[in-house]
């Protein structure tokens, strides 16, 4: 009974923080295009990158915003072998930002050409 109790207990906390961490917030401003992917490379597990650009300007070129960040999620205080008790929740925070000029000669090859006004994308 209480090894049902507690797989119930660990299937909720598990779904609980399924839920949180699948949430991603990716909303793009009127005048801006968005792109959300998982963020490359091996230590940065659970991290996510923002890529958004504003519109071109006149010679072509545009403004790109880069965020390295990682959802909100719960933290477990500790863990045995079927279950998890006590934590806390944790909210998003900005590992690394950068705003930098960019024209499609420049546009970094791990990284999508402009994003049109108003488009967004998660992946």
């Known amino acids: 009974m209480r090894r049902g109790l507690a797989l119930i207990v660990y299937g909720a906390i598990l779904a609980g923080v399924g839920t949180v961490w699948a949430a991603g ?48 999620h719960y933290v477990p205080v500790s863990c045995y072998r ?24 420049t546009v970094l090859p791990d990284e999508p050409g402009w994003l049109p006004t108003g488009s967004v994308a998660i992946r």
């Open 82 to 105: 079927w279950s998890c008790s006590g934590g806390y929740p944790v909210g998003d925070s900005v590992a690394r930002y950068e705003e930098y000029p960019v024209t499609d000669a």
């Open 25 to 72: 917030t990716a909303k793009a401003s009127p005048n801006v295009g968005c792109e959300t992917i998982a963020a490359p490379g091996l230590l940065a597990w659970g991290q996510k990158r923002t890529i958004c650009d504003s519109p071109r300007n006149a010679d072509g070129s545009w403004w790109r915003t880069r965020q390295y960040w990682t959802p909100a």
